[in-house]
């Protein structure tokens, strides 16, 4: 498997549970859970697609595990930069926080595992 | 008074003994290294405009015994064509008959001095690695190489790994030595009785001169004797060895050391219990109870580096769960940390 395929799977599975944990630190989204999954499962994807990209170029753990961690960041700040239709209140921290550690966990999947091109097949 | 003359009188011997090379394609240019056996120059290649590495049997033992064993050396080592071998480049017999051969010139430093260097423990399991896969080789083509120790391999300014001193290597007709045939072949073999090899390194089968118990199994003897050097700072036959007992190799009978080895564990605590146990299999002084080969030796030390189970030692729990967590140190942060990071966001919502 390569590792943009890598980064797109995991993000999307750690994209999807960022979205549900917010049940756990933010009870009041309940209502709009569904479509909070949804984005961050997107938001997940894209975050491992860049991960997995930047990992096939670069062979570096700490780097890997901050360019996932900006871009979580990154498009979590996008997010959250929408406020909540029914308050009006933006969730900067609750959205930002989780997203860019879940950002950095696909960066290390990324560059733990997965092909680059060129390397030998087993 | 009388020492500095000593030295003039050694060097003035010394050079005296320096071999004719006339006639041939080399120039000598220094002395590098002398062995029991021969003595290793740095030559130049006039041919080829090189420098060489040229071993020729030193005058004291030159006799035709020395000079089939230091053909049958060249012989064994441009067999075993590998990265981690010095290829010999030529052969010959020097206008005073002393047989030489050349070779590529290894620059770089010896095992044990970079280990006494203070290298770091996983470099220096690494390196043993890489020492692992030329005597691997050697031994799916028979050889035996029956003399390694830290002294006999460098390591070159780029990381290259170079197994040297085949002198004592020993052909096996069979090319698989541990499959229990005993059928030297006429070329290397050893009478028995006959003791080859560095005490301290050496197999307990070897010390005792059993030569037709001598297989791939010690090599893996001297491979942990190797381990047991990195891990400690010295052999692990060192303590069994009289002080006056020559360092090199060495021929003649010598009663079979019976003396226990003292684990790497108790002579530093620090030493991980994987590794302690690794050696101490590795060493094992029945050739059954260890390693079956050098693959299986290099096998369990590459699990241990890349943090998985190795088979020399049966885990406890608490050390599997020790083992685990240091093996995915970052993501079990990183997920602790996430959590960490959710209860807080939840602490803080309901303030």
């Known amino acids: 498997m390569n590792k943009p395929l890598v980064g797109l799977i995991v993000g999307g599975i750690v994209g999807a549970f960022d979205g549900l944990s917010a049940l756990f630190s933010a009870p009041e989204v309940a209502p709009q859970i569904a479509g909070i999954i949804v984005g961050s499962t997107f938001k997940g994807v894209i975050v491992g697609l860049i991960a997995g990209f930047f990992a096939r170029k670069v062979n570096s753990l700490p780097l890997g595990i901050a360019v996932g961690l900006l871009a979580g960041l990154l498009f979590a700040y996008l997010i959250a930069m929408s406020p909540d239709p029914a308050t009006g209140r933006h969730y900067y921290w609750e959205i930002m926080l989780p997203g860019s550690l879940a950002g950095a966990i696909v960066g290390y999947a990324t560059q733990k595992y997965g092909r680059r091109p060129g390397d030998a097949r087993a | ?351």
Not at chain 2, 117 to 145: D, K, Q, S, T, W
Not at chain 2, 209 to 233: C, H, K, N, P, W
Not at chain 2, 258 to 280: M, N
Not at chain 2, 320 to 336: E, G, V
């Open chain 2, 1 to 351: 008074m009388s020492e500095p003359s000593d030295r003039a009188l050694d060097r003035l011997r010394r050079v005296a003994q320096w071999p004719d090379l006339t006639g041939t394609r080399y120039e000598l240019q220094s002395e590098v290294a002398r062995g029991g056996m021969g003595v290793v120059y740095l030559a130049r290649d006039r041919e080829l405009e090189r420098d060489v590495a040229l071993k020729v049997i030193a005058v004291e033992a030159a006799d035709a015994d020395t000079a089939e064993r230091l053909r049958r050396e060249a012989r064994t080592i441009a067999r075993l064509e590998h990265p981690g071998i010095v290829p010999v480049h030529d052969v010959g017999t020097l206008p005073d008959g002393r047989v030489f051969y050349a070779m590529k010139l290894v620059t770089g430093k010896r095992l044990d001095e970079l280990v006494k260097a203070g290298l770091p423990l996983r470099e220096r399991l690494r390196l043993l690695l890489r020492i692992g896969e030329p005597v691997a080789f050697a031994h799916a083509h028979g050889v035996i190489h029956r003399d390694l120790k830290p002294e006999n391999v460098m390591v070159g300014p780029f990381g290259e790994v170079l197994v040297m001193d085949w002198g004592v290597a020993k052909h096996r007709g069979d090319g698989n030595p541990a499959s229990g045939s005993r059928s030297p072949t006429a070329e290397g073999a050893t009478a028995h009785g006959t003791i080859v090899g560095t005490p301290a390194y050496m197999a307990p089968e070897q010390a005792r001169g059993d030569v037709e118990q001598v297989d791939a199994r010690s090599d893996v003897y001297a491979l942990g004797a190797i381990l047991y050097f990195m891990l400690t700072g010295r052999a692990p036959g060192a303590a069994l060895v009289s002080p006056d007992a020559p360092t090199r190799t060495w021929a003649g009978p010598r009663a079979p050391g019976t003396s226990r080895i003292q684990p790497p564990r108790e002579a530093d605590k620090d030493v991980p219990r994987a590794l302690d146990a690794i050696c101490l299999k590795a060493l094992a002084a029945e050739p059954a109870l260890r390693y079956p080969g050098v693959s299986e030796l290099s096998d369990d030390v590459a699990r241990y580096l890349e943090g998985e189970r190795v088979l020399a030692h049966p885990e406890r729990l608490a050390e599997r769960a020790l083992r685990f967590a240091s093996r995915y140190r970052t993501p079990i942060l990183l997920l602790l940390a996430y959590v960490v990071m959710r209860v807080v966001l939840l602490l803080v919502a309901r303030v």
